[in-house]
């Protein structure tokens, strides 16, 4: 446990995660803590699991941080230790997040914290569209336990209220933001962060960032790159493409580079720190996966001016505007994202207008203080239900 104790008279919420560590929701959470001005909340995240190096990236001296040390599979005494602390700290709300913490409202109501709140981010890696009968019914049984739901994508507003049965009155929609002085366009002469002999001033920089495993189809980006030799055999020998994160498929992904013969072409550096920057090195951003909430990623490389293509799941209709921001492409057919690629590749001025585009976009509706506003207004919103 965390030695940063909390003090003033600001409601305190509780954010229960799975676990603190690299990802999106995760910083999503970093950033909503950061960014929300500290006399009007106070914070605790309690981890499931445990919490990583990742948690230094909280720039707020206030925030206490907790690990329950939850075992693989059905653990009983985790609830029991989320219970006790939960009547330790009394806060005035619980912020659960995603399927992994679901169970946790019915321990926050048997521990007497009344404003409940909950987070749908993203689908379950083994339910990538909510379809799952086990996985409907857990939510409909904690649905009466829950005071506000937050979704980031229209699609998991529908599902929630279609699927689950959440009134419109409980549902509200609130985006993730992206810190557009941090993610920016490339300047004129601006270093960039990729190997010396890997690409030079002509290069044409494909670019993804991503966690190496099979719901983010690393393997369809690499096979559609691939392609592209017979697509675009002049232009083929300028191409690069740049796949930045760790995983358990990133060996794979490496041997598949070897064994196409796309070393020279193909750099996975595995996870970095330095994402801005390289953001600033591309010159276009794909998002393969196979399921999506509202992805960081995707809003990062728009605020960095690059067009995005992306598959149609998720939340990624939400943000990528065919023909003004990007394209959006069939989950799963390496094909068409092959056809898409090369489309892109022989426009230049695609490239541009829609990177501009992206960039405005990203500047107008996708801010970090629109987000912690939203927040805010759900905490206000529980908090006066409660009360009342």
Same mark, same amino acid.
């Given at each position: 446990?965390?030695?940063?104790?909390?003090?003033?008279?600001?409601?305190?919420?509780?954010?229960?995660?799975?676990?603190?560590?690299?990802?999106?929701?995760?910083?999503?959470?970093?950033?909503?803590?950061?960014?929300?001005?500290?006399? /009007?909340?106070?914070?605790?995240?309690?981890?499931?699991?445990?919490? /990583?190096?990742?948690?230094?990236?909280?720039?707020?001296?206030?925030?206490?941080?907790?690990?329950?040390?939850?075992?693989?599979?059905?653990?009983?005494?985790?609830?029991?230790?989320?219970?006790?602390?939960?009547?330790?700290?009394?806060?005035?709300?619980?912020?659960?997040?995603?399927?992994?913490?679901?169970?946790?409202?019915?321990?926050?109501?048997?521990?007497?914290?009344?404003?409940?709140?909950?987070?749908?981010?993203?689908?379950?890696?083994?339910?990538?569209?909510?379809?799952?009968?086990?996985?409907?019914?857990?939510?409909?049984?904690?649905?009466?336990?829950?005071?506000?739901?937050?979704?980031?994508?229209?699609?998991?507003?529908?599902?929630?209220?279609?699927?689950?049965?959440?009134?419109?009155?409980?549902?509200?929609?609130?985006?993730?933001?992206?810190?557009?002085?941090?993610?920016?366009?490339? =300047?004129?002469?601006?270093?960039?962060?990729?190997?010396?002999?890997?690409?030079?001033?002509?290069?044409?920089?494909?670019?993804?960032?991503? =966690?190496?495993?099979?719901?983010?189809?690393?393997?369809?980006?690499?096979?559609?790159?691939?392609?592209?030799?017979?697509?675009?055999?002049?232009?083929?020998?300028?191409?690069?493409?740049?796949?930045?994160?760790?995983?358990?498929?990133?060996?794979?992904?490496?041997?598949?580079? =070897?064994?196409?013969?796309?070393?020279?072409?193909?750099?996975?550096?595995?996870?970095?720190?330095?994402?801005?920057?390289?953001?600033?090195?591309?010159?276009?951003?794909?998002?393969?996966?196979?399921?999506?909430?509202?992805?960081? /990623?995707?809003?990062?490389?728009?605020?960095?001016?690059?067009?995005?293509?992306?598959?149609?799941?998720?939340?990624?209709?939400?943000?990528?505007?065919?023909?003004?921001?990007?394209?959006?492409?069939?989950?799963?057919?390496?094909?068409?994202?092959?056809?898409?690629?090369?489309?892109?590749?022989?426009?230049?001025?695609?490239?541009?207008?829609?990177?501009? /585009?992206?960039?405005?976009?990203?500047?107008?509706?996708?801010?970090?203080?629109?987000?912690?506003?939203?927040?805010?207004?759900?905490?206000?919103?529980?908090?006066?239900?409660? =009360?009342?």
């Amino acid at each position: 446990m965390s030695k940063r104790e909390t003090r003033g008279a600001a409601p305190l919420v509780a954010h229960v995660i799975h676990r603190l560590d690299v990802g999106g929701m995760e910083n999503g959470l970093v950033n909503l803590i950061n960014r929300m001005p500290a006399d /009007t909340y106070r914070h605790a995240i309690i981890c499931m699991t445990d919490y /990583t190096d990742f948690s230094q990236r909280l720039r707020r001296d206030d925030v206490t941080l907790y690990s329950l040390h939850k075992r693989e599979g059905k653990d009983i005494g985790v609830h029991l230790r989320l219970h006790r602390l939960l009547r330790k700290l009394q806060p005035d709300i619980v912020h659960t997040r995603n399927l992994a913490t679901l169970e946790a409202q019915l321990t926050a109501m048997l521990s007497g914290v009344r404003a409940r709140v909950h987070g749908e981010h993203g689908w379950n890696v083994g339910d990538l569209d909510g379809s799952s009968g086990k996985n409907r019914r857990l939510r409909r049984l904690v649905r009466p336990l829950v005071g506000q739901y937050i979704a980031l994508s229209q699609q998991q507003i529908g599902y929630l209220n279609q699927a689950v049965g959440v009134t419109p009155a409980q549902l509200n929609h609130v985006c993730n933001g992206v810190d557009t002085d941090c993610f920016r366009p490339r =300047r004129a002469g601006e270093f960039q962060p990729l190997p010396d002999d890997f690409a030079s001033a002509d290069s044409l920089i494909i670019g993804s960032v991503m =966690r190496m495993q099979a719901v983010k189809a690393p393997l369809d980006l690499l096979a559609a790159f691939g392609q592209l030799r017979q697509r675009l055999p002049e232009q083929f020998a300028r191409l690069r493409l740049v796949m930045v994160g760790d995983g358990p498929l990133l060996e794979t992904v490496a041997q598949q580079v =070897r064994e196409a013969g796309l070393a020279d072409q193909v750099w996975l550096p595995g996870a970095r720190d330095d994402i801005p920057a390289l953001m600033r090195a591309m010159d276009l951003f794909v998002l393969p996966s196979l399921a999506e909430g509202i992805c960081n /990623t995707v809003l990062e490389a728009m605020a960095s001016g690059l067009p995005v293509i992306a598959t149609h799941v998720g939340g990624n209709p939400d943000l990528v505007t065919p023909g003004e921001t990007g394209s959006l492409v069939p989950a799963g057919e390496v094909d068409v994202l092959a056809e898409t690629l090369a489309a892109y590749l022989n426009d230049t001025a695609r490239r541009a207008y829609e990177g501009r /585009t992206a960039r405005a976009h990203a500047e107008e509706q996708f801010s970090l203080a629109a987000m912690v506003q939203g927040y805010m207004a759900v905490y206000a919103k529980v908090l006066a239900r409660q =009360r009342g």
